[in-house]
C-alpha cells in the first residue's frame, strides 16, 4: 500500500501536458497550469485532463507569449501586439484564463483610447460571441461609438463585420453631427464589397429618415446612385426601407433627451396615464388569457354545483400608473399622407358638389316662387275685369227689367224682402258699375222712412 501511494505522489509530479504547435511541443506541468486555467482545473477534478493540447491553429509567437507567462508564475509581462492579439484572446477564452484577459483587456482598453486605428482593428476582431457574452466587447463599442466621426473616415472601418456595424449604427447615442454622417458611413460600407447587396436592409434600416432633411433624403439616393455595383438594386431597397413605417421610428425614452438622434428633444410635454383601478381576475381552473375579466361571468344552466364551487376568483391586483414622454407631432409616413391628400381631396369634390347643389336649389325655389306671385297677380287681375264683367251685365239686367227711360231722374224700388234698389240711366250706371256692387244685404243704407218719404214725393 505504501508503495502504491508513492508511485501516484510521483505520477502526480511528473504528470505534465504538451502544448503543441506546428513548429514543436512544449510540456507544462498540469498543476501550475491549473493555477491560471480554470478550464484545466475542472477537468483534472474530473481525471480527464488530455495529454496534448492542439495549438496548431494559432501563431507560434502567441503560444510562446502564452507558455512564457505561465513559465515566469505570472511576473513577465506578456507582450501583446497586433498580430497575435486575436489569438491570445482565443486561447485565453478556451482555457479560462481570468488573469491572462485581464491584462489583454487592460492592453486594449489604454490601445483604443490611444489610436483609432487600433479601435477599427479590434472591431475587425471582435466576434458576435464575444460581443455579447463579454464586458470587453461591450466596452470596445461603447469607445467606438464615442469615436464614431473619426473611425469612419479610416479605411479600414469597411473591414468591420456586419453584426459589428449593426450594432454601432443603430445606437441612440452614436457621437454624429447629423444623420447624414450615418447615410454615408452605412452606404460606404454597402459599397465597399459587392456581395454586400444582401446585407442592404439590415444596414439602411439604421438610418432614421424622420431626422433628415427633404435635400439630405435626395442626396441618400443621389449617394446611392454613385454605388459601383449593384446601385439599382440599394436604391430599390432603400426604396423600400425607407417607405416602412418601421423607418419612422423615434425613440421617445425620457433618459434620451441629449442625443440628437432621438425624438425626445426640448419642450417635450410629459404625459401621465392614470390606469383605472381594475383588478384582473380569473378563473383557477382555466388558465389566465390575455383580455382582463372584470365580472363574474354567469355560469351554464348545465353546470353542477361542483363546477360551480370550482370557479373561484382570484384576488388581482392594482394596475399602477406610468409615466412617459412623447413628441409634440409624430412624422406621419408617405403611405399616411397620401392616403390623407386622397381624404381630403374627396371631401373638397363633397364641399363643390353640395355647394353646388344648393345653390342650384336655392335659384330653382326663387323661380319658382316668382313664378307663383306672377300667377297670383294675373289671378286677382282676371278675378277683377270678372267681377267687374259680371256687375256690368248685371246692371244691364236690372235696367231691362224695370224699363226705366228716363234720362236723368233715379228711382228707387223696394223689393220684397225690404231691399232698396237704385237705378240711374245709362251714363251714371256705366259709370258707377265700376265701384259700386249691387244686390249688398246690409249695403242699403238709406232706412225704411226715407224710402216711404220719397214715395210720397
Known amino acids: 500500500l505504501i508503495m502504491a501511494e508513492a508511485n501516484k505522489t510521483k505520477l502526480k509530479k511528473n504528470h505534465k501536458i504538451i502544448l503543441h504547435n506546428h513548429k514543436d511541443d512544449i510540456a507544462i506541468d498540469v498543476d501550475l497550469l491549473k493555477k491560471y486555467s480554470n478550464k484545466i482545473k475542472q477537468l483534472d477534478l474530473e481525471n480527464k485532463v488530455p495529454k496534448t493540447l492542439d495549438l496548431s491553429d494559432y501563431d507560434v509567437t502567441a503560444v510562446a507569449t502564452l507558455i512564457n507567462y505561465i513559465a515566469t508564475d505570472g511576473h513577465n509581462k506578456a507582450r501583446i501586439t497586433n498580430s497575435i492579439l486575436g489569438d491570445m484572446i482565443e486561447i485565453a477564452s478556451a482555457l479560462e484564463m481570468e488573469s491572462l484577459l485581464k491584462k489583454i483587456e487592460e492592453f486594449i482598453l489604454t490601445s483604443i483610447t490611444q489610436s483609432e486605428h487600433f479601435l477599427v482593428h479590434m472591431l475587425t476582431m471582435i466576434s458576435m460571441q464575444m460581443l455579447t457574452d463579454t464586458t470587453l466587447g461591450k466596452k470596445v463599442t461603447d469607445i467606438a461609438v464615442a469615436k464614431f466621426l473619426t473611425i469612419m473616415k479610416i479605411s479600414t472601418f469597411n473591414e468591420i463585420p456586419l453584426d459589428i456595424i449593426l450594432r454601432i449604427l443603430d445606437r441612440c447615442d452614436l457621437n454624429i453631427n447629423n444623420e447624414y454622417n450615418v447615410v454615408e458611413a452605412a452606404i460606404s460600407w454597402l459599397a465597399a464589397k459587392p456581395e454586400r447587396i444582401y446585407s442592404s436592409y439590415l444596414v439602411l434600416r439604421c438610418i ?23 446601385s439599382q438594386i440599394m436604391s430599390a431597397f432603400a426604396h423600400y426601407t425607407f417607405n416602412n413605417t418601421n423607418a419612422h421610428r423615434i425613440c421617445v425614452l425620457g433618459e434620451h433627451n441629449s442625443y440628437k438622434r432621438c425624438g425626445n428633444k426640448t419642450g417635450q410635454t410629459e404625459f401621465v396615464i392614470d390606469v383605472p383601478s381594475r383588478k384582473i381576475v380569473y378563473r383557477r381552473k382555466s388558465p389566465v388569457k390575455a383580455s382582463y375579466v372584470t365580472a363574474k361571468p354567469k355560469s351554464a344552466v348545465s353546470q353542477t354545483t361542483s363546477e360551480k364551487k370550482g370557479d373561484q376568483f382570484g384576488d388581482g391586483k392594482d394596475i399602477k400608473r406610468s409615466v412617459f414622454t412623447i413628441s409634440h407631432e409624430r412624422r406621419t409616413t408617405r403611405a399616411e399622407r397620401m392616403a390623407r391628400y386622397a381624404d381630403e381631396y374627396k371631401r373638397e369634390q363633397k364641399q363643390n358638389t353640395t355647394s353646388k347643389l344648393s345653390k342650384l336649389t336655392k335659384e330653382k325655389e326663387s323661380t319658382e316662387s316668382k313664378k307663383e306671385i306672377g300667377e297670383t297677380k294675373t289671378s286677382k287681375d282676371g278675378n277683377k275685369k270678372t267681377t267687374k264683367s259680371n256687375t256690368s251685365k248685371q246692371s244691364k239686367k236690372q235696367h ?27 251714363s251714371s250706371s256705366e259709370n258707377d258699375s265700376s265701384n259700386e256692387t249691387y244686390q249688398s244685404t246690409p249695403s242699403a243704407s238709406i232706412s225704411t222712412d226715407e224710402s216711404r218719404e220719397s214715395k210720397k214725393k
Open 400 to 426: 231691362k227689367t224695370t224699363g226705366s227711360s228716363s234720362g236723368d231722374s233715379s228711382t228707387y224700388f223696394e223689393s220684397s224682402d225690404n231691399r232698396i234698389i237704385s237705378t240711374s240711366d245709362k
Open 208 to 230: 432614421r429618415i424622420v431626422n433628415l432633411t427633404p435635400k439630405q433624403r435626395l442626396d441618400l439616393f443621389d449617394l446611392i446612385d454613385t454605388v459601383p455595383h449593384y
